[in-house]
């Protein structure tokens, strides 16, 4: 008997953890939406807005990976007014930040300080006010998939099709870089039996930050230049199914099926196609496809701090 | 339907409708606009006065029709069609920086645009009280007003107008993210409008002379830093020739670092070779903050004639402080985000955009310019080379005496090589020469050097500049670019001077007798009433006292004996009946003056046994 109740609290304890949770399912988490990527905030814990001349203070702030994808290799350099503060430790430093995924929707999330050490006022001087400056600069990838409808009935003879071909608006991808719009167009070729598929790609720049050629992530975030046409720039790839799509325009002299986004006025398109074309025998159905730009990105974020007289 | 008017009737609306015409051309012209217009020191209080003043006149002489409580009925609407067309430039500004960006001519085109509010409302709504010929002109205003419509649509840039996509948003131009912009703007302007029309009269400061650079006293300072020294107040009401002259003042004097040396000097230009005894003697040294009393006495007899000019020099040593912050970058990398179109104080956080010299406050403001921000830095050359303008202004009303010494900072890298503008050595110097304070003087980011000026003193409200000629050579670029895409470097400058202040002060002297042969030991006091027989130019007092004794008349113009320009008549005569004849008088003007009998009795007050009563005349018309 006794045996009895003691099961039978430890059935209603176990009993008692199992949420009723009718009429609902697992939610899916989706990472892949937002204009952000890396974000920097300047914390107040441990800094403090006004500090004393001839003393140490610290900024801290959080670097965040709020986009779906993971940075390696990314790199932020502190400014810091000479005249005013010393600098201590390294004024370039390297990061590397996970992203949002399923496993972990968050993303990663680092606290990091500032070292700092303000020096002697001038004379006469009762205050100044310095700026402490962090550029961040990181490569990242923008990664957008939909499901086009493909339609080889470039004619309409077909009267019942299970999908028709139609622009498709698209909001954003956990990244900074928005694959924002694709047109799909179907056109015959000279072949008969073939089709040409054609799609008009849009990107905008949808962060508060700029882009510039990935392989240049270090010269982004200290003084030296780029180099011509290095600025606003993005690669482009797209692929319905497994087959990459041929993008144009391309980067001068570089062969491939990559296409070269400019990004001038914070959005550009690019028009890929199929290499070879589609057979008619395909018919209409809805197909898979999968858009990826990889393009450096650099912001700065600065925090203002007032260096008073000791009297 | 409408009466037709007189167009006498129209005057007012009309006037009120020209003068709305030209404040906002003026405005379009002169600019409100930071970034792109012509700012006009002081611009914003006097548009804010204009506007103001137009609403008053558009109430009470335009609108507001018959009693006091209609015009006052009036001027709330008036006052908000003030308020839109006076704030609406401001807003435009930060509203429309990308309207702007492409240059003058849109940013004009945007003001005349947009807040011509007063002209509109006369032109659409009250076109009735407008003459014939004003809507005439108003319709030619509208015509041009559409004609630049046109002019802006045609233009893509403005076309392309957005706001920004901030973080979190989605990919497209939302109107929440237009709003949300809008509300920031209109909460930034509003504390810039306030903070502009406090400061800017204050702080702002144009060179007249020499070169044209912008300072800006030091916003933090709280503390008046300098000498000060009031006005000289005399020891007595009035003095004769016998009375020892004396004036005393008030110096203040405040320093946050050097102490200041200051040396008081007592003089009369109308007694040269006086030696007045005077306090404090010699140089006296103030710390901090203090408040310093000067007395000045010339003895008895020193001055011969009816006026003496007595001055006060207090000549102090006093340093002036300066900082002018630039930035620079890689010119390559410049060019490349201006050919990508990406502004680069925008691109790196760099809210002032245009930084101008900060001086700390004192007689002496320190001014300097260099080329225009982001500077860039050519690392193809083998030498850059650049010119810091450097002017002293004399903003006290004393005298620059003498610039003993400057010592320039510039930033690690830069070299000076020539100077030129005014007569100077300059010498490299190391932070070390600096001592007890160079512990703001860092070496290892800046260069020192000493400037030995040779200029004559400067008088109020004039300055002297310097031309100081840099160069950086091929190895010091890494030191001026740093290891940020921008750098940002300062300027300093601190200005050894001797500064002179001076106070003077004119008092008349009357002349007595400088002894009288028989001194009366007893009290005087009038018996009875004076006789007086005024003229036109000059009256006759008689009158008699109780003991003989000199007596003297003091006669002021008005009813009360208050007046400074007293004049004394004085009768030696030690006898008890007296007979004045008071001259220099004007027509048909009141007096009033008061008798006065003299005897050693009266000590306390210089020998004056001063009657209570005061009588009055008015002088005969001519």
Known sequence: MRLAIILGICTLVLLAGCAFRTGTSIQEVNVHTGTKGITLTFLDQGATRATYADSATAVTYELANEGAHDVEGGVLSIGVEDDFLQLEGDRVRQFTIDGKSLGFPEGDRQIQTVQLRTKSLPPQTETVTTTVAVNVCYPYLTEASLTPCVDTDVFGRVATKPCRASAISLGSQGAPVAVTRIEPSYTQMSDPNLVRAEFIIHVRNAGGGQLFEVDKIFEACTPQALGRDSWNVATIRAYLGDQQLDCTPKKAGLAGLDGHLVLAKTEDFVRCGLPGGLHKSLGTFTGTMRVEVEYGYTFTTTRQLQIRRLV | ?622
């Open chain 2, 1 to 622: 339907m409408a009466q037709p008017q007189s167009p006498a009737q129209f005057a007012p609306a009309n006037l009120l409708f020209y003068l709305a015409i030209f404040i906002h051309t003026l405005d379009a012209i002169a600019g409100r606009l930071t970034t792109q217009g012509v700012t006009i020191p002081g611009g914003t209080a006097f548009f804010l006065v204009a506007y103001a003043a137009l609403a008053v006149y558009a109430a009470f002489g335009v609108f507001g029709t018959g009693t006091t409580a209609e015009k006052f009925k009036a001027l709330p609407i008036c006052l908000a069609i003030s308020a839109g067309a006076y704030l609406l430039p401001i807003f435009a500004n930060s509203i429309g920086a990308n309207w702007v960006s492409g240059g003058g001519v849109l940013t004009s085109a945007t003001l005349v645009l947009l807040f011509p509010l007063w002209v509109i409302y006369l032109g659409f709504f009250e076109s009735a009280k407008l003459g014939p010929k004003t809507r005439w002109v108003f319709g030619a205003y509208i015509f041009i007003w559409v004609l630049w419509v046109l002019f802006f649509t045609a233009i893509p840039k403005f076309q392309a107008v957005t706001a920004p996509i901030g973080e979190g948003t989605t990919a497209q131009v939302s109107p929440g993210d237009v709003f949300q912009n809008l509300v920031a703007v209109t909460v930034t302007n509003t504390q810039r409008l306030f903070g502009v029309a406090r400061n800017e009269t204050q702080e702002q400061i144009n060179f007249a002379t020499g070169d044209a650079f912008t300072a800006r006293v030091d916003r933090n300072a709280k503390a008046q830093l300098g000498v000060q020294l009031d006005s000289l107040q005399v020891t007595q009401p009035y003095f004769t020739s016998n009375d020892p002259v004396g004036v005393f003042t008030k110096l203040t004097a405040q320093t946050l670092d050097d102490p200041l040396k200051i040396t008081v000097k007592c003089s009369s230009k109308d007694a040269p070779g006086a030696a007045p005894s005077y306090s404090p003697l010699g140089e006296r040294e103030v710390f901090a903050q203090e408040v310093i009393d000067i007395d000045c006495s010339f003895p008895a007899g020193t001055f011969t004639k009816d006026l003496a000019a007595i001055k006060i020099d207090a000549d102090f040593t006093m340093q002036t402080f300066a900082y002018l912050k630039t930035y620079f970058m890689d010119r390559t990398r410049l060019i490349e985000l201006r050919n990508a179109q990406i502004d680069p104080f925008q691109q790196y956080g760099i809210t002032d955009r245009n930084p101008v010299t900060t001086y700390t406050n004192g007689p002496v403001s320190l001014a300097m310019g260099f080329s225009a921000p982001p500077v860039g830095i050519d690392t193809n050359v083998d030498e850059l080379t650049g010119t810091l303008g450097v002017s002293l202004r004399n903003d006290w009303q004393g005298q620059l005496k003498h610039i003993s010494k400057l010592h320039l900072l510039v930033p690690k890298g830069f070299t000076i090589t020539e100077i030129t503008g005014i007569p100077a050595t300059f010498s490299k110097a190391n932070c070390v020469d600096l001592a007890p304070l160079s512990d703001w003087c860092d070496d290892s980011i800046a260069n020192l050097y000493t400037v030995i000026p040779t200029a004559n003193p400067v008088a109020a409200q004039q300055s002297i500049t310097l031309r100081v000629r840099l160069a950086a050579s091929r190895s010091d670029y890494e030191a001026i670019l740093g290891t940020t895409p921008i750098s940002t470097r300062y300027f300093k400058a601190a200005a050894d001077y001797t500064y002179a202040l001076s106070a003077e002060r004119v008092i008349p002297i009357q002349r007595t007798p400088t002894t009288t042969t028989t001194t009366t030991t007893q009290v005087t006091v009038i018996q009875g009433e004076p006789t007086i027989t005024p003229g036109a130019t000059a009256a006759t007092v008689t009158f008699t006292m109780d003991v003989a004794s000199p007596t003297e008349i003091k006669l002021c113009q008005g009813s009360t004996m208050t007046c400074k320009d007293f004049k004394l008549y004085y009768d030696p005569n030690v006898t008890t009946t007296h007979t004045h004849n008071l001259t220099q008088l004007q027509p048909n003007t009141l007096y009033t003056f008061e008798i006065a009998g003299i005897s050693t009795a009266c000590s306390s007050n210089n020998n004056r046994c001063k009657q209570d009563k005061t009588y009055n005349f008015i002088t005969q018309a001519e």
